[in-house]
């Protein structure tokens, strides 16, 4: 079984570019997290959807953060504009619908805003 | 009361001791408590989780010893060995909403 597929692996960018991260999940998992990793610390939520619905964007900076998930199956992810703040991982996790606990995660997307 | 605080930042271990991480929450709300590993430029894999109906969980090497009055869980890793070598973060989940500690660093030195 495929695991969680994220794209681009890493992306550099200057500050007041727009920049968009792509996420395909394990192929049947309804609930699908976008996660914010900093250098030495945990990942914090930034959205989480149940198939097509954002059901918790209450962490998403929505001035300048978008995302979407169409279909209820891939998910992207966009910043517009880039500060130089933003840089850090960006990290997709996907999970099964109902009861079950284990959410698995893909490997991240390095952003570094100059 | 979100917050989930978790110590010591870093560890070395010697080849075949034990490795303790040590977690804390606020939130009796939380029910499911886990554990997870990362290594550099990989995503967090799960290694182990509890609820909190049951005090300990044990698989393999790795041991999670909850304390539900206290409101502490802590992971324990026997035989530590050097390909243990990561950071792993705790994590409590409450109302489908993971909250993660800020890791530990963990080197397990040959």
């Known amino acids: 079984e495929a695991g969680v597929v994220q794209s681009p692996r890493y992306k550099i960018i200057e500050k007041k570019q727009p920049v968009a991260f792509w996420c395909n999940p394990i192929?049947?998992?309804?609930?699908l997290y976008w996660y914010l990793q900093n250098l030495g610390q945990g990942p914090e939520l930034l959205i989480r959807y149940e198939n097509e619905e954002a059901v918790d964007d209450s962490q998403l900076p929505k001035d300048r953060f978008s995302a979407e998930r169409l279909k209820g199956v891939d998910s992207t992810l966009k910043i517009q504009p880039a500060e130089l703040g933003d840089s850090a991982v960006y990290l997709c996790?996907?999970?099964?619908?109902?009861?079950?606990?284990?959410?698995?995660f893909g490997p991240g997307t390095r952003l570094t805003v100059l | 009361q979100q917050q989930v605080k978790q110590s010591p930042q870093s560890l070395i271990v010697q080849k075949g001791g034990i490795s303790i991480i040590n977690c804390a929450y606020e939130n009796t709300a939380f029910d499911y408590f886990p554990w997870y590993q990362q290594f550099p430029g990989k995503g967090p894999a799960l290694l182990i989780a509890?609820?909190?109906?049951?005090s300990e969980k044990k698989e393999g090497r790795f041991t999670i010893s909850f304390n539900k009055s206290a409101k502490q869980f802590s992971l324990h890793i026997m035989d530590s060995q050097p390909g243990d070598s990561a950071t792993y973060f705790c994590?409590?989940?409450?109302?489908?909403?993971?909250?993660f500690g800020t890791g530990t660093r963990l080197k397990v030195l040959a």
């Open positions: 509890i609820r909190p109906d049951v």
């Open positions: 994590a409590a989940r409450g109302t489908y909403k993971y909250i």
């Open positions: 996790a996907s999970k099964s619908g109902g009861d079950t606990d284990t959410q698995y």
């Open positions: 192929s049947g998992h309804n609930t």
